[in-house]
């Protein structure tokens, strides 16, 4: 039997095995996972022999999740490092089948079961026929992304089998992607030391998730040169409120929190272009009311929150200009209701006019009054901080913080309600020369197994790639932690961080986080390994 059809056995049967393991985002299950995957690779010839170069790296919670590091050694300093998330999202929609969610070959034919049992949709005709063909195969984190840490650990011990390697190959495995990142980023904030306990260099980086094609497969065989950034601005909007009966003797936050909505939600010019792609536009993740009953008074606050993916922007763009369109809105939102009120009156009124401050300005002005208001903030912080949404945690904070400073409105308080994750690229890494290489070692994989792969530049799913091999600029951290309400998430990243040049390499296949995910196992199991260790390997040699 070649190597290649031993790498493919091995990384199916342990895609298998690993989805057979529950692991879902902030579960005991979770926590479990590490030492599950620890003592699989404790078993295998390499490390029964080395055993101190698998270990585990403590990243959050209770029960106590950690990430999973296992180093194979060869020659000279030089090091790559693989790494994927073994975490998944929730096994709920599965319904009536959740038993089987993690058992990909009983749920898979449990699936094809019911899709022909009734009339389908688009989307389940897809998938029925994709079952059908025996290329796909379904369950919860197959595809997102335990065939992606299968992949790794295939070319890991593929590469531990030779004689005398040239490099060294780190392969990480860590929690909490589909949350906030903390697997990832406690790893990041321990690779400094574990290159200095070894005394190595690391040269590049391989990400392993997935990406999905609704195609033929050819948008999912590729190899990605970086991963979208995310903001996530929000508005806490301030009205007047007044009785029904009187409207124009105040003003309804709806009002306000309307014209920001259509200024910002799905506007293309909002979009930008770099690296020969466009970011989708923003969207409106939440609207909400904040209110506990009913009365017919006007609402005074209302919490927008949104999703603002980018190709280039920084968050000083971000914020900057999310600021010049908030004004805009509210300006227009005034301007209109006190035409309103002209036209109902047959007079004109008194012009109203309002105020935007960003959080870190709210904050300021509760150090002017002085007190110990930031302390009262700073409490209620650490009582939120084990709230895993985080636009519910920054809207209360910004909601006691409002309270505190007594902002009276019309205002509109703006910052970000969660995790900023960094755009990441292999050009913005000073490594654009890596691609010719790339290039030359995916048509050789190509010809090899008589497929297409390309490159594509932005993953556009949010990943671990963000905070893998980057290294946040201070000035812009400063600026989103200053107006982040919640500590708990911000990227507190400590000094010293290790920069080098990452590209991700996964597996695809299609509607992952939905009930038909599932993977396209020809790729995934026979091209992929192979892709990856012969990319480790290239970059591995001077």
């Known amino acids: 039997?070649?190597?290649?059809?031993?790498?493919?056995?091995?990384?199916?049967?342990?895609?298998?095995?690993?989805?057979?393991?529950?692991?879902?985002?902030?579960?005991?299950?979770?926590?479990?996972?590490?030492?599950?995957?620890?003592?699989?690779?404790?078993?295998?010839?390499?490390?029964?022999?080395?055993?101190?170069?698998?270990?585990?790296?403590?990243?959050h919670g209770a029960p106590l999740t950690r990430n999973v590091v296992a180093l194979v050694r060869g020659k000279g300093r030089r090091m790559v490092v693989l790494a994927g998330h073994f975490d998944t999202v929730s096994i709920a929609n599965y319904g009536t089948l959740a038993a089987l969610a993690?058992?990909?070959?009983?749920?898979?034919?449990?699936?094809?079961?019911?899709?022909?049992?009734?009339?389908?949709?688009?989307?389940?005709?897809?998938?029925?026929?994709?079952?059908?063909?025996?290329?796909?195969?379904?369950?919860?984190g197959l595809l997102d992304m335990k065939s992606g840490l299968a992949a790794g650990i295939a070319a890991l011990e593929r590469f531990a089998a030779l004689e005398a390697p040239e490099g060294n190959i780190l392969f990480v495995a860590t929690p909490d992607e589909e949350n906030r990142s903390r697997g990832m980023r406690s790893l990041r904030n321990a690779l400094p030391d574990?290159?200095?306990?070894?005394?190595?260099?690391?040269?590049?980086?391989?990400?392993?998730?997935?990406?999905?094609?609704?195609?033929?497969?050819?948008?999912?065989?590729?190899?990605?040169?970086?991963?979208?950034?995310?903001?996530?601005?929000?508005?806490?909007?301030?009205?007047?409120?007044?009785?029904?009966?009187?409207?124009?003797?105040?003003?309804s936050a709806h009002r306000i929190s309307a014209e920001i909505v259509r200024a910002m939600d799905t506007v293309p010019e909002l979009s930008d272009d770099a690296f020969g792609e466009r970011s989708p536009p923003p969207v409106c993740l939440e609207a909400r009311d904040i209110r506990d009953g009913y009365d017919v008074t006007t609402p005074d606050r209302v919490w927008l929150s949104f999703n603002w993916l980018t190709h280039r922007r920084s968050a000083t763009d971000i914020l900057g200009e999310f600021r010049t369109l908030v004004t805009g809105a509210l300006k227009t939102a005034l301007e209109t209701q006190d035409a309103h009120q002209a036209r109902y009156r047959n007079r004109a009124g008194a012009?109203?006019?309002?105020?935007?401050?960003?959080?870190?300005?709210?904050?300021?002005?509760?150090?002017?009054?002085?007190?110990?208001?930031?302390?009262?903030?700073?409490?209620?912080?650490?009582?939120?901080?084990?709230?895993?949404?985080?636009?519910?945690?920054?809207?209360?904070?910004?909601?006691?913080?409002?309270?505190?400073?007594?902002?009276?409105?019309?205002?509109?308080?703006?910052?970000?309600?969660?995790?900023?994750?960094?755009?990441v690229h292999l050009e913005r890494a000073g490594a654009g020369d890596r691609q010719a290489r790339l290039q030359r070692v995916m048509a050789d994989i190509a010809e090899r197994h008589g497929t297409s792969i390309k490159f594509k530049q932005i993953f556009a799913g949010i990943s671990d790639m963000s905070?893998?091999?980057?290294?946040?600029?201070?000035?812009?951290?400063?600026?989103?932690?200053?107006?982040?309400?919640?500590?708990?998430?911000?990227?507190?990243?400590p000094e010293g961080l290790l920069a080098f040049p990452t590209v991700n390499i996964g597996p695809w296949g299609r509607d992952y986080h939905q009930k038909w995910e599932r993977v396209h196992a020809p790729y995934t199991f026979t091209v992929l390994p192979d892709l990856v260790y012969e990319t480790m390997v290239d970059w591995l040699s001077a």
């Open 102 to 140: 993690c058992d990909p070959e009983p749920l898979t034919q449990a699936l094809v079961k019911e899709l022909r049992s009734r009339p389908l949709n688009g989307a389940e005709s897809r998938a029925l026929q994709d079952f059908e063909s025996g290329d796909f195969i379904a369950g919860r």
């Open 194 to 251: 574990i290159a200095r306990r070894f005394d190595l260099d690391i040269v590049g980086g391989i990400n392993l998730d997935a990406s999905s094609c609704e195609r033929d497969g050819e948008e999912g065989r590729a190899v990605y040169l970086g991963s979208i950034g995310k903001f996530a601005p929000f508005a806490f909007v301030i009205g007047r409120p007044t009785h029904a009966g009187y409207p124009f003797n105040g003003t």
């Open 467 to 493: 905070f893998f091999g980057h290294r946040p600029e201070a000035g812009e951290a400063g600026l989103l932690a200053a107006n982040t309400p919640s500590a708990a998430f911000t990227d507190d990243a």
């Open 351 to 423: 012009r109203t006019d309002g105020t935007v401050l960003t959080y870190a300005e709210l904050l300021e002005r509760l150090k002017t009054r002085g007190g110990d208001a930031l302390e009262r903030l700073a409490a209620l912080d650490r009582a939120l901080s084990g709230g895993t949404d985080p636009l519910k945690v920054s809207r209360e904070i910004v909601a006691a913080a409002a309270t505190e400073a007594g902002v009276e409105g019309p205002a509109v308080v703006i910052g970000f309600g969660s995790l900023h994750y960094p755009l």
């Open 1 to 59: 039997m070649s190597q290649t059809n031993e790498t493919a056995i091995r990384a199916r049967d342990l895609s298998l095995l690993m989805t057979r393991w529950p692991s879902v985002t902030g579960t005991p299950d979770e926590a479990d996972f590490s030492e599950r995957l620890r003592a699989l690779l404790a078993e295998t010839p390499y490390f029964r022999q080395h055993p101190d170069q698998l270990f585990t790296v403590d990243s």
